[in-house]
């Protein structure tokens, strides 16, 4: 069964560095999505991607967040400067329309933590 | 804007009980309403998924849940619990009207289920 891959499992990084979280969406879906989850707490929605473009964002996702999909198969989130208050799951999601009768599958998820 | 409630944080059951985990969201327009769950460690998994027709679905592992239009909410059940059902339980919800509308997530519910 097809599935979305994200890595890594796992980062760690220093505060004020810079992080590429990556993801390999399911190939034929069009719709990508990060969102993050930090812990003990809701999963809350990043950004959406569609069409090489950023179709909507949340307020999290300010000025040192950016996604791309650099060779039409990954999709990525960058993060300019860590902060402490990254650190949390990241999950990367995908699905193949924008229809009313499709579902996101969502990948492992890269557990970020900023010191 | 959209929101989703979740009515536990923590629910804790015996084996072989019943469960019912409560949602509801606000939204006035149409919906298509999901229920992940999330094994300890792993990623968000869909469990059923309500987008039009009979309000009854039933998914996965034996789990079901109910649409109330009336009441905006979306109910999970399962007759029997079992000690592999320990895991958080995510009500989410998207708009059908607007492509690539990204998910809600409720907060989530934590079930622990003891042996």
């Known amino acids: 069964e097809p599935e979305v891959t994200q890595t890594p499992s796992h980062q760690v990084t220093q505060m004020g560095q810079e992080v590429i979280l990556r993801c390999v969406p399911i190939?034929?879906?069009?719709?990508f999505y990060w969102y993050r989850q930090i812990l003990g707490q809701k999963v809350e929605f990043l950004v959406s991607?569609?069409?090489?473009?950023?179709?909507?964002k949340s307020e999290i996702f300010d000025d040192q967040f950016s996604v791309e999909r650099p060779d039409g198969s990954n999709f990525t989130l960058k993060i300019r400067s860590t902060k402490l208050e990254d650190s949390a799951m990241y999950f990367c999601?995908?699905?193949?329309?924008?229809?009313?009768?499709?579902?996101?599958?969502f990948g492992q998820g890269t557990r970020l933590t900023v010191v | 804007a959209q929101s989703v409630s979740q009515h536990n944080h923590h629910v804790i059951l015996s084996e072989a009980a019943s469960l019912e985990l409560g949602c509801n969201y606000s939204?006035?327009?149409?919906?298509?309403l999901f229920w992940y769950v999330q094994y300890p460690g792993q990623h968000l998994q869909l469990l059923l998924k309500?987008?039009?027709?009979?309000?009854l679905v039933k998914g996965i592992k034996g789990f079901e849940a109910e649409f109330i239009k009336s009441k905006f909410s979306f109910n999970l059940r399962k007759p029997s619990v079992q000690w592999s059902d320990t895991a958080e339980y995510f009500c989410a919800v998207r708009r059908s009207d607007n492509y690539g509308q990204n998910f809600v997530f409720g907060p989530g519910t934590r079930l622990s289920v003891l042996p």
């Open positions: 999601a995908s699905m193949r329309t924008g229809g009313s009768s499709t579902e996101a599958f």
């Open positions: 190939s034929n879906h069009l719709y």
């Open positions: 939204y006035g327009g149409t919906v298509n």
């Open positions: 991607f569609y069409n090489n473009e950023i179709s909507e």
């Open positions: 309500y987008f039009s027709g009979d309000p």
